[in-house]
């Protein structure tokens, strides 16, 4: 059976968290067991991928065994492959999940830092209104950057063996690196664990979708609702939580009236993508662009630009037609006040709008 430790050295080493004491422990490991050393060249051929999107384990777990030579039905056989034995595929089910590596990183701390509350009373809180941005430095060096709309909570000082602050809205992490005490960051359904890092996570409570992109550095992500599983992130990476809402409705009666009955289930999806540039060309990620305050979209539908730019410019945007929301745009503004890019975007799409008392109104 894989070792814990052994899932938790490997970690840190492909994501360049491995000190010198570990590094020669991995080392050992890989030497003496031969498991842990085919476990290491699966790993170590994923991380160095760059693989466009995995958004689901059964993609994932298909091209690892197609790589590693194992098949499924009618799949051909690769001239090389490893044993297929019971074990050694309870060890790939267990280091695997959702398109990337399933991983023990923190293995031993995860457990108390989700059943231990924080003492929410003692927290400060830190506010931005729309069209303002700020940064502010935690009592461990950590440097965070908010962006319009949003409010964190922390605590003065860090106690305890976690770091772990609340966030409602966008920001930019840049974490001060403490091997002992992981930070944690609650967005939302998404709980993001790391130990020193550069990240971006975007949990508007009014947006459909949840992001947190990777910039170096190496995350763990977990989600409220789906607490079994964990999913590691490399540099250049995001991933994405869509909420969907499902409703059941029913029909009861004995004159066969209809009851609506509505069972609002929600279900996560997740996918994970590389960052996005503008151009291939560009060197500019769109996910932090906003950090140098510039707002780009890139293919983006007209409504989710359309909260973007209610907090970009302090304005109510409101559809007086449902088919202009799916309207696609691509663009970068900078300086340009509301009225000049809505007319940016006239030049691309067929539309009309009307400003009044700081209300857009779109039809």
Excluded at 104 to 122: G, H, I, L, R, W
Excluded at 162 to 189: C, Q, S
Excluded at 272 to 291: A, C, F, R, Y
Aim: proline share 2%.
């Amino acid at each position: 059976m894989i070792n814990e430790r052994f899932i938790e050295l490997l970690t840190k080493k492909l994501s360049d968290e491995i000190n010198e004491s570990e590094a020669d422990e991995l080392k050992y490991i890989l030497v003496n067991d031969e498991e842990c050393r085919n476990q290491y060249n699966i790993f170590k051929t994923y991380w160095a991928e760059d693989q466009e999107q995995y958004s689901n384990n059964d993609l994932m777990f298909r091209r690892i065994k197609r790589k590693i030579g194992v098949v499924d039905g009618d799949e051909p056989v690769a001239e090389k492959s490893f044993k297929k034995t019971s074990w050694f595929w309870r060890g790939i089910a267990a280091a695997l999940l959702a398109g990337i590596c399933f991983a023990a990183y923190f293995y031993s701390n995860y457990y108390q830092f989700v059943t231990q509350p924080n003492p929410v009373a003692k927290l400060e809180v830190a506010k931005t209104s729309s069209r303002v941005k700020s940064k502010i430095t935690l009592s461990d060096g950590t440097v965070i950057t908010l962006n319009s709309e949003t409010t964190l909570r922390y605590p003065p000082v860090f106690n305890g063996q976690t770091r772990e602050v609340y966030l409602n809205g966008e920001a930019f992490f840049d974490v001060f690196k403490d091997h002992k005490h992981p930070f944690i960051v609650h967005a939302g359904k998404m709980n993001v664990r790391v130990l020193g890092t550069a990240f971006n996570i975007k949990s508007y409570a009014n947006d459909t979708r949840t992001e947190t992109t990777l910039i170096r550095g190496a995350i763990e992500v977990t989600m409220a609702d789906r607490p079994s599983d964990r999913i590691i992130l490399k540099p250049n990476e995001k991933l994405i939580l869509n909420n969907t809402k499902n409703t059941v409705i029913a029909k009861r009666g004995p004159d066969n009236n209809l009851i609506t009955r509505h069972t609002d289930t929600v279900y996560t999806n997740y996918a994970l993508t590389n960052l996005t540039h503008l151009k291939s060309n560009d060197t500019t990620v769109v996910e932090t662009s906003w950090v140098n305050n510039k707002l780009i979209f890139k293919d983006q539908a007209f409504n989710e630009i359309a909260n973007q730019m209610e907090r970009w410019y302090g304005v109510k945007i409101k559809f007086r037609n449902e088919s202009v929301k799916d309207y696609r745009f691509t663009g970068v503004f900078e300086n340009e006040n509301v009225l000049q890019a809505l007319d940016a975007l006239k030049l691309i799409e067929s539309f009309n709008y009307k400003y009044k008392d700081e209300t857009v109104y779109i039809y």
